[in-house]
């Protein structure tokens, strides 16, 4: 059964509480379950991993919706839940990347780079992260600002008031430093429409004008 179809995968429930992510395009299903391997051996929250094919994953299937679906139903969750996926960045850059890690830019952290309210499962147990493609060495502030990026222009009206609450937990500056690394990464991706370059680039004029 077709449990979602995202922009870069297609979700299927298998028997025994697994799902197969079989990746469209573009994926490497064998580099993203190193790093998901690497990211919960050091204690973070990461769906198991249970088998590596040439276009998909098999992983734990994890009970709970996204941090986002939970916002829509319980708008009143927001703050504190922009609380948790501050927690879950801070608790992430804790981590150094693995050997061999793509490089994303300065830095050592280990870095997801779409780490956002979509990619965060809620269970009673707390929540788990998801969607590993991006994973790279960096610092965090890159992951903290491509975050800033994605909820400012692919949000809609939800994500701008769940960034404001989100950026709260960081220091403004070194994030605006990493803006324009952030929407340059963004602008890269060739899943993002137009509609959304475009915001892309105006939150970019915005905080990070030329004088
Ligand atoms: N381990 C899992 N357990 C339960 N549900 C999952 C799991 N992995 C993914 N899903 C479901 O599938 C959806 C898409 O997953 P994911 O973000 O990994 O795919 P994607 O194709 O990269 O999506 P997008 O491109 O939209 O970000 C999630 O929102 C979630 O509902
Ligand atoms: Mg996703």
Known sequence: MLLASGR???????????????????????????VMRYARSRGFPVPQVLDVMDDALVLERIPGPTMGALLRRWPWLLPAQAAELARLHRLLHTIGAPPGSPVAGPGDRLVHLDLHPENVLVTSAGPVVIDWTNAAMADGALDVALTWVVLATSGGTGGSLFCRFFLRHFERGSLVGALPRAAAFRLADRNVTDGERDRVRRLLERYCAPD
């Open 8 to 34: 870069g995968s297609e979700i299927y429930a298998l028997d025994g509480g697994r799902v197969l992510r079989r990746f469209k395009a573009g994926g490497d299903p064998h580099r993203e379950a190193e």
